[in-house]
């Protein structure tokens, strides 16, 4: 069992940035793919970015070029850098870890962007 809890969300005016964190409660090392998703009142949850523990980034056509997914196997963490946010980012954004048997998830933190 892994717990992946997220930090950085918050309210900003479209342009501005957030760097939201997710921390899991093991080592990531050996874990396959890491990503964050997000979910919009109404709308179903999506892929947002994705890193392979051979960091290999994947990203939505939405997000490419404003948003930057790392991951810091020594300290446990994925962070999603987003910059140039608009107020279609709005959504409560979420941590997924995904193993050959399992795939876990956050309980999500909640961006709001404002015009």
């Known amino acids: 069992q892994v717990q992946l809890v997220e930090s950085g969300g918050g309210l900003v005016q479209a342009g501005g940035s957030l760097r939201l964190s997710c921390a899991a409660s093991?080592?990531?090392?050996?874990?396959?793919?890491m990503g964050w998703y997000r979910q919009a009142p109404g709308k179903q949850r999506e892929l947002v970015a994705t890193?392979?523990?051979?960091?290999?980034?994947n990203y939505a056509d939405s997000v490419k070029g404003r948003f930057t997914i790392s991951r810091d196997n020594a300290k446990n963490t994925v962070y999603l850098q987003m910059n140039s946010l608009k107020p279609e980012d709005t959504a409560v954004y979420y941590c997924?870890?995904?193993?050959?048997?399992?795939?876990?998830w956050g309980q999500g933190t909640q961006v709001t962007v404002s015009s």
């Open positions: 890193v392979t523990s051979g960091s290999s980034t």
């Open positions: 093991k080592s990531i090392f050996s874990i396959a793919v």
């Open positions: 997924n870890a995904k193993r050959i048997v399992a795939t876990y």
